[in-house]
């Protein structure tokens, strides 16, 4: 069984005299124990309002409703009181924010939070947990440990930071570890420093982990399960190599293409999703990309897409979703270039394994290279630029 | 390359901010050495792509090469005219021959202005256009080539969404017909999707419009994509330049290379097989940088010679200009790298006490 | 391509018009969407109400007023301790000497405003004036441009240091008791609030990206100063205003009340009545309470709007 299972969760936002937000509108995705799952999406999709609610960490304000459920270990985190939940929040399940700076307390001692924690959850005082603490930073990689428990948290640079948030993370060896994009704050070379953190932490305690990230990157490197976000609802759900190999949902296809990459060549053409996050179509109403799809049929628009399941776990929500590559050539230049580039001699036999199952398993995939580019639909006229 | 091809000339460029300190007295208790001494070229027509971590100066290079941000020392040649001795009002007409693109759409642009009048005003500052409709003319062709509809020109940048804002900066910088772009991180602070957007419509003006530019940027694959050269910065320094796709075959400089392998890229098997140089803690602060090379505290080839003591300068390299004692040595394989025990590095205005932090006036560069 | 179905091709059209907008539309200004906001708060609406009776008692309330101000019709009704209290034709009563006092209280209105306007007037001119000239010298003017601001700035850092009753009692050692000394004493007062908050605010602006943009396609640093800077930094100082226009009306009472405001019997002042009640609290407490009310309705007025202001104002609560 799943060790978190977030089912329909939806979370809303109604103020008077403004339009109610569906800041996340039916998310539904499980974590394993010791899984490192990934949650993909642009702003306002909703990844970040989703852990803060499994968190039971939203604004308390009138308006703000929260439906569905999120289960972990068999209680359903949304039901529980907040004494409870604060019990559960440090010892079971641990979060790391983007800005570890507003994260943590200015005018106290790294010392102290970090001993606050131990002491809360653990029952550890004094001489006792002053060296756990210092021996918690000294895991996460933090030099001369024994000294920066007395400083303060402006006394440490942004990576330094991180480091002490995540030790105060994981100081009760907690089960599940969320991550709302702890690196994004950082530089490219302190964030690869914070991401090897992260993956050794999670090998060597058996951690989950869901990374709440926009960079499609970090998710590559790090992520068992990947599940892509729009608009508040999970579009696709894959594993990592699936996903990036043969994208089926046409947001994540084109999420991928618009990426620059740094093994790609000066002016490769970047293939844009046109229009912008704000042209989404209510999800009752039809698929909320379809504004902006350039896969978009008839069926697209009228009710919500149902969510297609594939072989190994994976599932699409769409309705005319992106041909695997190479299957369908006419079609195939939708896609990344993702697939195009050099491959791994040793690994893509085991894709090519598994890629001529996935039009059998998906029934609204065109299968028949003849019929599949009549289906294609050509892309809106409006702008595309 | 003949010397006429050559658009802009940065020489031996400078930019130090004194800190101050004191309540009554401003006393200046030290620089810091945002820019300190940087020579570059960007030929017309091509792109020059400028990257590095933030604090390394490379937003106070692309300011004080506008003159925005008055330089320290050196030179900047535009075109053959030398911008760091212009007049106040010969520069200011200068100016409509090289813009600047800024990260923040929303900041960048004046809340009370609707886009018409937002772009009306390069027009009439350098009188171009005799009249109202002219000028109308002039920005109806600038929207076109934006992508940007004519309804928005009596709307205000808060209507707009966050790519659209950029376009509307792109158009304020282009309806004046510039040679020269200085794009300060154009694309990181807009959402995945729509980076693509801003990025191809770059690469179109440019073709259209036979725009130089000077792309800053921290992404090191947006980079990559649109410069021709590419110069990587540390504290304040170009440590390597090189062709880009000469940096990312063959990266030379020690940082180069642990900056090229932290670059996350969306493909699982590339992260797999990916030997991630891991920098040892963080960027020195540039009001005390170290002595010798600058990045001889975390780097994992520095050697006990030279390195410490010893500030390298510039060298070509088989293509590349590169700022390391031991470039050939590394390339070869004769060095091995070796563990760097990490330094602790203070925030500005260190302190053993919470105080009062007085960053230093640097706007822009905590990017 | 599949034949689209009638219903289907109606929702799509419809997805169609959401994205596009009318051309004849036009966009929406700053100042226009915050007085939309304005519009929505119900405590806005609330002040704007009280306000707008306010006003309309200064401007038009003593044509109507039912009896003479300053006439003591009723002088002969008056004994010590008793006078004649509410009934038909004096709706407040009398006071001590036996004028109407909802006359009085109805004429008052005008020189409350009148205090209350003028004298932020003064603080909001000289204030501005200060702040505007050091925050565009601080601001734009480089190295010379520190030190002006420097010098005005600990001016107005010596302004700020004076007691508010301090300086009215010195002004009026100077020009007097009277109406002209509680204004300028409480302008006076209200121009550090000014000077800092616009200074501060066209700082902040001077260092934005815009004005930086700005620069960079070439406008003169003047020109930038007023284009740019300074409608930019208007905001807060005007919902300043409107706050302190309720303070200014507060403390010009409680100068009267203390005897350095209006000394001429003639013209009534809800300050100047307040003070003259006090003596009478135990036998006609109406006579202080009436003028405090109108006095506290007045400033909640001001003080509502000047908070929905504000909010409206605020560019972290647009969307």
């Known amino acids: ?385 | 390359m003949s010397d006429s091809d050559i658009l802009v000339e940065v020489r031996d460029l400078k930019v130090h901010f004194p800190i101050r300190r004191g309540v009554l007295f401003d006393r200046t208790v030290g620089h810091v050495k945002a820019v300190d001494g940087v020579d570059l070229s960007i030929p017309r027509g091509k792109t020059y792509g400028l990257v590095g971590e933030s604090g390394c100066g490379k937003s106070t290079l692309g300011r004080a090469l506008l003159q925005l941000t008055p330089p320290t020392d050196g030179e900047v040649s535009f075109d053959g005219v030398e911008l760091t001795k212009l007049a106040p009002g010969k520069l200011r007409s200068m100016r409509r021959r090289m813009q600047m693109i800024f990260q923040d759409p929303m900041s960048s642009l004046d809340p009370r202005q609707n886009v018409e009048s937002i772009l009306t005003e390069g027009l009439q500052t350098h009188g171009i256009g005799a009249d109202r409709n002219e000028r109308r003319k002039i920005i109806g062709e600038t929207l076109d080539a934006v992508g940007l509809p004519r309804w928005a020109l009596s709307r205000y940048p808060h209507e707009f969404s966050g790519g659209q804002r950029q376009r509307i900066g792109i158009a304020r910088a282009v309806v004046l017909g510039p040679e020269l772009i200085v794009a300060d991180e154009p694309v990181s602070a807009l959402d995945v999707s729509i980076q693509a957007q801003v990025v191809n419509l770059l690469d179109e003006l440019q073709d259209s419009l036979g725009l130089t530019y000077l792309v800053i940027a921290h992404d090191l694959a947006v980079v990559r994509h649109i410069s021709d050269t590419v110069g990587v910065m540390y504290l304040g320094a170009l440590v390597e330049e090189a062709p880009s796709d000469r940096l990312y075959t063959e990266p030379l400089h020690p940082y180069t290379r642990a900056l090229m392998s932290a670059v996350p890229v969306p493909d699982p098997d590339v992260e797999d097989r990916r030997e991630r140089i891991l920098l040892a803690g963080d960027l020195p602060s540039p009001a005390n940088p170290p002595s010798g090379c600058r990045f001889h505290t975390r780097c994992p080839w520095a050697q006990p010679t030279r390195c410490a003591d010893e500030r390298p300068a510039l060298r070509d390299i088989g293509g590349s200009r590169v700022a390391c004692h031991w470039a050939e040595q590394i390339a070869s394989g004769e060095l091995r790298p070796h563990k760097v025990s990490v330094q602790i590095v203070r925030p500005e205005g260190e302190g053993e006490t919470p105080g009062v932090v007085s960053a230093p006036s640097e706007p822009g560069s905590y990017v | 391509m599949t034949i689209t179905t009638g219903k289907k091709r109606e929702k799509i059209d419809r997805l169609g018009e959401l994205a596009a907008v009318r051309d004849d539309e036009q966009g929406v200004s700053l100042w226009r969407e915050a007085f939309r906001r304005l519009r929505r708060n119900p405590a806005a609406i609330a002040g704007a109400v009280i306000l707008a009776l306010f006003l309309l008692v200064a401007i038009v309330g003593p044509f109507f007023a039912p009896h003479p101000a300053d006439a003591q019709l009723w002088k002969g009704e008056v004994r010590l301790g008793d006078f004649p209290g509410p009934r038909a034709e004096n709706w407040f009563g009398t006071d001590h000497i036996g004028r109407d006092e909802f006359s009085r209280m109805i004429v008052g209105a005008r020189q409350t405003l009148l205090v209350g306007v003028i004298s932020t007037l003064i603080g909001l001119a000289v204030g501005s004036f200060i702040g505007g000239v050091a925050g565009a010298a601080a601001g734009l003017g480089g190295r010379w441009g520190r030190s002006l601001d420097n010098v005005l700035m600990r001016f107005v850092d010596m302004l700020l240091a004076m007691p508010s009753l301090l300086l009215a009692i010195s002004i009026a050692a100077i020009l007097g008791a009277g109406l002209t000394t509680v204004m300028i004493a409480v302008g006076v007062v209200s121009v550090p609030v000014f000077a800092r908050l616009l200074r501060g605010s066209m700082i902040a602006q001077a260092n934005s990206d815009y004005v930086l943009a700005a620069t960079s396609l070439g406008v003169k640093k003047p020109k930038i100063a007023l284009t740019h800077v300074v409608p930019n930094s208007l905001a807060p100082v005007i919902v300043q205003a409107t706050l302190t226009l309720a303070t200014a009306i507060i403390e010009a009472a409680a100068l009267s009340f203390l005897g350095l405001g209006n000394n001429d019997a003639s013209i009534p002042e809800w300050g100047v009545m307040l003070a003259d009640a006090q003596q009478y609290l135990d036998t006609a407490p109406r006579l202080a309470i009436l003028p405090a009310l109108a006095i506290i309705i007045t400033a909640l007025g001001f003080t509502l709007l000047g908070e929905a202001m504000r909010e409206a104002l605020d560019p972290k609560l647009r969307k």
């Open chain 1, 1 to 385: 069984m799943a060790l978190l299972e977030v089912d329909d969760l939806s979370v809303t936002f109604a103020r008077r005299g403004q339009r109610t937000v569906n800041a996340v509108d039916g998310v539904s995705f499980s974590v394993d124990a010791g899984e490192v799952v990934g949650l993909v999406g642009e702003s306002g999709c909703g990844k970040s309002v989703t852990s803060l609610a499994i968190m039971g960490l939203l604004p308390k304000q009138p308006g703000l409703r929260v439906g569905g459920k999120a289960v972990f270990d068999g209680t359903d985190l949304l039901q529980l009181d907040d004494r409870s939940r604060r019990d559960i929040r440090g010892r079971d399940i641990a979060m790391i924010f983007q800005d570890p700076l507003s994260s943590l307390n200015p005018v106290i001692p790294i010392g102290l939070q970090v001993t606050e924690v131990l002491a809360r959850h653990r029952g550890m005082k004094g001489e006792a947990a002053a060296k756990e603490a210092a021996a918690l930073l000294d895991r996460v990689g933090i030099p001369d440990p024994k000294r920066r428990l007395k400083e303060y948290p402006h006394q440490l640079s942004g990576g330094m930071r991180q480091r002490a948030l995540i030790a105060m993370a994981v100081a009760c060896q907690p089960r599940l570890l969320i991550a709302d994009e702890p690196t994004t704050a950082l530089d490219v070379t302190i964030q690869a420093q914070i991401l090897e953190l992260l993956k050794e932490l999670v090998r060597d305690s058996g951690t989950a982990l869901v990374m709440i990230t926009h960079d499609l990157g970090v998710v590559a490197g790090m992520c068992d399960t990947i599940n892509v976000l729009y608009a508040g609802r999970v579009v696709e759900t894959a594993r990592r190599r699936p996903l990036f190999r043969e994208p089926r949902h046409p947001y994540t296809v084109g999420l991928l293409g618009s990426v620059p990459r740094l093994d790609a060549g000066r002016g490769e053409r970047l293939i844009p999703i046109p229009g912008s996050v704000r042209d989404v179509l209510p999800w009752p109403d039809g698929c909320a990309f379809a504004p902006r799809c350039a896969r978009r049929i008839d069926e697209c628009v009228g009710e919500p897409p149902e969510l297609v399941l594939a072989h190994d776990g994976r599932s699409y929500r769409c309705v005319n979703p992106a041909p695997v590559p190479g299957s369908v050539p006419p079609a195939a230049k939708l896609g990344p270039d993702a697939p195009a580039a050099p491959a791994d001699p040793a690994t893509a036999p085991a894709d090519r394994a598994t890629a001529p199952a996935a039009p059998a398993d998906s029934a609204t995939a065109p299968a028949d290279p003849a019929t599949a580019p009549t289906q294609v639909p050509a892309p809106r006229e409006e702008e595309s630029a």
